[in-house]
């Protein structure tokens, strides 16, 4: 089994920064991709961004140029930098960690971002 914690929402000034952080424990399997997804109020769950065990990341394309993902694989780690924040950003981020090839995923609990002068 796997748990996923992440942190680091919260109410933000449009035009801010934050940076999410989400660590995952217990039985890790290589290789794995870790993402974060996010669903704003009465709308599905979207995928925002991933990267794998190895470094290689990606984008959905209208988060490109102010979301910014990076891993650190010692530490089962994911981190999602978000700048020049807009009110369409918030939502509750998930963090997702997900084996590869063997079709097993574990989910945070979610982060709340809300973007709000």
């Known amino acids: 089994q796997v748990q996923v914690v992440e942190s680091g929402g919260g109410l933000v000034q449009p035009g801010g920064s934050l940076r999410l952080s989400c660590v995952a424990s217990g039985r890790i399997l290589r290789p794995y991709s870790m993402g974060w997804y996010r669903q704003a109020p009465g709308k599905q769950r979207e995928l925002v961004a991933t990267v794998t065990s190895s470094g290689t990341t990606a984008y959905e394309d209208s988060v490109k140029g102010r979301f910014t993902i990076s891993g650190d694989d010692a530490k089962i780690s994911v981190y999602l930098q978000i700048d020049t924040l807009k009110p369409e950003d918030t939502a509750v981020y998930y963090c997702?960690?997900?084996?590869?090839?063997?079709?097993?995923?574990?989910w945070g609990q979610g982060t709340q971002v809300t973007v709000s002068s």
């Open positions: 997702n960690h997900r084996v590869l090839y063997r079709s097993r995923e574990y």
